[in-house]
């Protein structure tokens, strides 16, 4: 089947995302941002909810974030009380998610000259999650409390939206559920309200593509291991 062009630009917006962990100073405009959520708002949602809020972050903000953050995480007690607005992830790992989550573990600190016993070395490269691994631009999604399990999927297709949309803007993005522990201490430098669930925030900005851990590309299992046509 020959691909139109409309299908090439689609696709290549699609897999030409990954999770990028280095980026540029290079500013991003607000008005791009804007254009950016407009798009991503079109994701569809049940009965038209349109559950997402964002609240952006940047400069003076963004940093405050980042230190408050980093304040904490150096404090090995303090990080660990920390609680989970939700469980992102599963209680007990089951295979065969718990080799694939190895893996890109393993391969990420690979390509940093980290061993498995460099604690420090995985510690400092976790650290850079709260600096929004040196984005420009910050971002926090939300969800009201009073929504449920369905408007958290319509929250998925808004966020793959957004971030295919950055793609077809030549930006990159990176994903981050590592904010989650961190919801109070957002919430009291942001002002999100407690009425809210942080669902979690992603750096937004122009990958730094001298850094070897922004070639990491994560593998994807064959479309016959997980689909059945009945």
């Known amino acids: 089947m020959i691909q139109s062009n409309e299908q090439k630009i689609v696709d290549h917006a699609i897999t030409s995302r990954h999770?990028?962990?280095?980026?540029?100073?290079?500013?991003?405009?607000?008005?791009d941002i804007?254009?950016?959520?407009?798009?991503?708002a079109r994701a569809p949602s049940g009965s038209n909810t349109q559950p997402w809020k964002v609240y952006v972050v940047t400069g003076e903000i963004k940093q405050k974030v980042s230190d408050a953050l980093l304040e904490i995480y150096k404090d090995k007690a303090?990080?660990?009380?920390?609680?989970?607005?939700?469980?992102?992830?599963?209680?007990?790992?089951?295979?065969?998610?718990?080799e694939r989550r190895r893996k890109v573990g393993l391969?990420?600190?690979?390509?940093?000259?980290?061993?498995?016993d460099d604690k420090e070395g995985m510690s400092a490269q976790h650290s850079r999650n709260y600096t929004f691994?040196?984005?420009p631009v910050g971002l926090f999604f939300t969800v009201d409390r009073t929504m449920n399990t369905g408007s958290w999927l319509d929250f998925?297709?808004?966020?793959q939206s957004f971030?295919?949309?950055?793609?077809?803007?030549?930006l990159d993005t990176c994903a981050q559920a590592a904010f989650n522990r961190f919801h109070n201490t957002i919430r009291a430098v942001t002002g999100i309200p407690e009425s809210e669930v942080l669902m979690c925030g992603l750096a937004l900005g122009y990958a730094d593509m001298s850094k070897i851990e922004n070639s990491l590309i994560s593998d994807r299992e064959p479309v016959s291991v997980f689909t059945k046509f009945l």
């Open 19 to 31: 999770s990028m962990r280095a980026f540029l100073q290079t500013p991003v405009p607000r008005e």
């Open 34 to 40: 804007e254009q950016m959520l407009e798009v991503a």
């Open 78 to 98: 303090q990080f660990e009380a920390l609680q989970e607005d939700y469980k992102y992830y599963p209680t007990q790992w089951d295979s065969p998610y718990i």
């Open 107 to 116: 391969d990420l600190y690979k390509l940093l000259g980290l061993g498995r």
């Open 133 to 135: 691994f040196d984005a």
């Open 156 to 159: 998925g297709c808004f966020l």
């Open 163 to 170: 971030m295919i949309a950055a793609r077809g803007r030549g």
